[in-house]
């Protein structure tokens, strides 16, 4: 580009004026105007995160009860692999409770029971055979507890314990609620 082109294109841009069709409030009205015309946006974002929150509750809700179950079993697992299987193996609340066991079969079956101590309620957890013969000499919790197969499906718990000073004689039978977990037989 020579001097010459470059001195025309100065006098065009010098000439122009810069004319604005609008006033200040004309434009701002035309262009909330236009703002007001433009479809709303539909947004999802808020129905499905609500969708997710209630899938969760419920999916947590559901899964809670099956997570205490296999802690429970996992940890009975655990302690029978680190003692081996001649050795009781009990739970009283969450204090690991060692003893001796009678039967040679390895302790396939996990009993999780909640024990009326006084005006408190203990949770039991405890490895054991189908037919087996514990025993347990410990401060907090000692006594014996014979297991017996009454049908596929039931094992019953003879327990005389001495739980924290108090004493404890019954008969508990548990159903199978998983494949080796079995629970309290709620008859109502």
């Known amino acids: 580009m020579n001097d010459r ?3 025309e294109l100065l006098d065009l841009k010098k000439s122009a004026s810069v004319e604005f069709r609008k006033t200040p409030e004309e434009f701002a009205a035309d262009f909330f105007n236009k703002v007001a015309e433009r479809p709303e946006r539909k947004s999802h974002y808020l129905a499905w995160a609500a969708g997710f929150l209630i899938v969760a509750g419920v999916t947590a809700a559901l899964m809670l009860p099956l997570r205490n179950t296999m ?3 996992t940890k009975l ?5 680190l003692f081996g299987s ?3 193996v009990l739970f009283l609340e969450n204090e690991l409770v060692t003893g001796e066991r009678d039967s040679l ?3 396939n079956n996990f009993i999780d029971i909640i024990l009326d101590v006084g005006r408190k309620k203990i949770r039991l957890a405890l490895a054991c055979s189908d037919d087996d013969s514990i025993t347990v000499e410990n401060p907090s919790l000692s006594g014996a507890v014979v297991v017996s197969r009454l049908d596929a499906s039931t094992l019953v718990l003879d327990l005389e314990l001495c739980v924290d000073g108090k004493r404890i004689r019954t008969a508990i039978p548990v159903v199978r609620q998983g494949r080796n977990h ?3 037989d709620k008859l109502s």
Do not use: G
Not at 77 to 81: F, H, I, L, P
């Open 71 to 73: 802690q429970t079993d």
């Open 5 to 7: 082109q470059l001195d």
């Open 77 to 81: 697992a655990e302690a029978v692999r």
């Open 182 to 184: 079995y629970t309290e």
């Open 105 to 107: 079969e390895r302790p």
């Open 86 to 88: 001649d050795a009781a």
